[in-house]
């Protein structure tokens, strides 16, 4: 439904999919750094204001730095 909407609106499948990439990075980060524990408790906090502040690179930084911080259990 909200594909063909886009599609109706002028937007191709390419635009479509340019649009889709950094949204999908966002929700996987966020859903991971809310999932996930830290060495440090306030390490959580700061990156989920990193990836809601920053959308698609924020994303892409929890994914280099962040999960270098987790803890392994």
């Given at each position: 439904?909200?594909?063909?909407?886009?599609?109706f609106m002028?937007?191709?499948?390419?635009?479509?999919?340019?649009?889709?990439i950094?949204?999908?990075?966002?929700i996987?980060?966020?859903?991971?750094?809310?999932?996930?524990?830290?060495?440090?408790?306030i390490?959580?906090l700061?990156?989920?204001?990193?990836?809601?502040?920053m959308?698609?690179?924020?994303?892409i930084?929890?994914?280099?730095?962040?999960?270098?911080?987790?803890?392994?259990?």
């Amino acid at each position: 439904m909200a594909a063909s909407t886009l599609l109706f609106m002028g937007l191709g499948s390419f635009e479509l999919l340019i649009l889709l990439i950094p949204v999908g990075l966002t929700i996987w980060a966020l859903i991971d750094a809310i999932k996930s524990d830290f060495q440090k408790d306030i390490n959580k906090l700061v990156w989920i204001i990193v990836i809601v502040g920053m959308p698609f690179f924020g994303g892409i930084l929890y994914f280099l730095i962040g999960s270098k911080q987790k803890s392994v259990v």
